[in-house]
């Protein structure tokens, strides 16, 4: 079984990073998992700053959570735009991409 789950992980000085996650165990099982950043990534590795991670949905659908992690991101940035670490507020791919990209990457064998 596949958990899809939209998170949010909140540093102490208040600035949060939401994401989404595929997961094999339930979202509140998934506690090493802590997102996987890029723009901000020196925050993760700074010891010094705690982090918290937060399940805000558990979807459905893979489909249900990419909508829902780009609408997120949005009202984020509307509502707290000096506190938002996300960049993107789109998939990367498009969903027939994310969908089958595991897949594909598997048979290239790109993924162990």
């Known amino acids: 079984m596949r958990y899809y789950y939209i998170y949010m992980i ?3 000085d208040g600035r949060f990073y939401i994401g989404k996650r595929t997961s094999k165990v339930e979202p509140h099982k998934d506690t090493k998992y802590m997102g ?13 700053l705690t982090k918290t ?7 459905e659908t893979e489909n249900e959570m990419i ?3 780009v609408k997120m991101i949005k009202t984020g940035w509307e509502k707290f735009p000096d506190l ?7 998939p990367a791919f498009h969903k027939e991409a994310c969908s089958t990209g595991g897949k594909i990457t598997k048979e ?3 993924v162990s």
Not at 53 to 59: A, D, E, P, T, V
Not at 84 to 90: D, F, G
Request: hydrophobic share 35%; aromatic share 12%; with cysteine.
């Open 84 to 90: 938002i670490l996300n960049r993107n507020a789109s």
């Open 108 to 110: 290239l064998g790109k």
């Open 36 to 48: 996987s950043p890029v723009t901000f990534k020196y925050l993760w590795e700074d010891t010094s």
């Open 67 to 69: 909508d829902l992690e």
């Open 10 to 12: 909140k540093f102490c």
């Open 53 to 59: 991670k937060h399940i805000l949905k558990i979807c």
